[in-house]
């Protein structure tokens, strides 16, 4: 007899959870067995997240990545927190940005992973036009090739995991994708098990309280409230402090307003996004400028952006 919760569900277990998930169509290779057994083993660790990790690592060199990764929703589908990692020696991890980042960032992705489809991209640069944030995102991240799938939990999406490769264009073997969906059951079973035994305090979902930048030994978390602008420069951006410091981040502005609270900050041209409680000034004339809080430089302000600064200002 099954092992129930308190709420009926099947008790999770490494048992049922490779059970599950290791039901190849054919007889499995040596290699296979090898994997699923050294899983099974990782999945044993009492503290969950210890077996995510444990488990990111055992895939990532099978996938012969530089990148394993896994992220979780929120209850409402709209924003995604980067969960655990594994990076190949010398590969910058990212988990620790994506922290309450909106699905718009990953739009494309996040809509597959809803029709329980698995998203295979083997070069980011040929990726179509409609895609352009989500290849500004993975440009970002240096990848070349990634193959991500959804994490399903009794009928819901509760998270998504994959594989970057970030020194070389992929070429995944016919195992690799028939194995992505059994994987995707052991992952989830151990993402849920960590989701009930540690519920996150999930910021709320339009109000992300912080954003991180990357310095010289790693990455430095900022609250929104120092950061008074973000100017473009391309596929890159400056972000700007009230103190005069910046930083200057491999990140579009489009992934920028994707992932900050849309009633905070305004974009008022086609490279300027300002905070909105910075806003000390505004200049109307043939060319409309802001004065921001502490900042002597003016903000430019588009004729297409005009209306929206008079609705945020209430005029």
């Given at each position: ?44 660790a009492a503290n969950p997240i210890t077996a995510l990790n ?262």
């Amino acid at each position: 007899m099954k092992s129930l919760s308190p709420n009926g569900s099947p008790k999770y277990s490494p048992e049922i959870a490779s059970k599950r998930a290791a039901k190849p169509k054919s007889e499995s290779s040596t290699e296979e067995h090898s994997v699923w057994k050294l899983l099974a083993m990782a999945a044993t660790a009492a503290n969950p997240i210890t077996a995510l990790n444990s488990s990111l690592a055992i895939l990532g060199p099978l996938y012969r990545a530089d990148r394993a990764w896994l992220g979780r929703y929120n209850e409402g589908l709209t924003h995604f927190w980067g969960v655990s990692d594994w990076v190949a020696p010398g590969v910058i991890s990212h988990v620790h940005e994506m922290q309450g980042v909106s699905v718009d960032v990953i739009v494309d992705a996040h809509r597959k992973f809803l029709r329980r489809e698995r998203v295979e991209i083997p070069d980011v640069e040929r990726l179509p036009r409609q895609s352009r944030s989500l290849q500004a995102e993975l440009r970002r991240e240096g990848v070349r090739s990634t193959l991500s799938a959804g994490l399903v939990r009794d009928g819901t999406l509760i998270g998504f995991f994959g594989f970057d490769h970030v020194r070389e264009l992929a070429a995944w073997t016919a195992a690799d994708l028939d194995r992505i969906s059994a994987l995707g059951d052991f992952l989830a079973a151990l993402l849920h098990r960590s989701l009930s035994e540690a519920p996150p305090a999930d910021l709320p979902s339009t109000t992300p309280g912080s954003i991180f930048v990357t310095e010289r030994n790693g990455l430095r978390a900022l609250s929104i409230e120092e950061v008074f602008f973000i100017k473009a420069d391309g596929d890159y951006s400056h972000v700007q402090l009230g103190n005069g410091q910046s930083y200057y981040e491999r990140r579009s502005l489009r992934t920028w307003i994707a992932q900050l609270p849309r009633e905070r900050f305004l974009r008022v041209h086609q490279s300027y996004l300002v905070n909105g409680n910075r806003i000390a000034q505004l200049e109307r004339g043939a060319n409309w400028t802001l004065t921001l809080q502490e900042v002597p430089e003016p903000i430019p302000v588009g004729r297409a952006y005009r209306h929206a600064v008079r609705l945020h200002l209430g005029f």
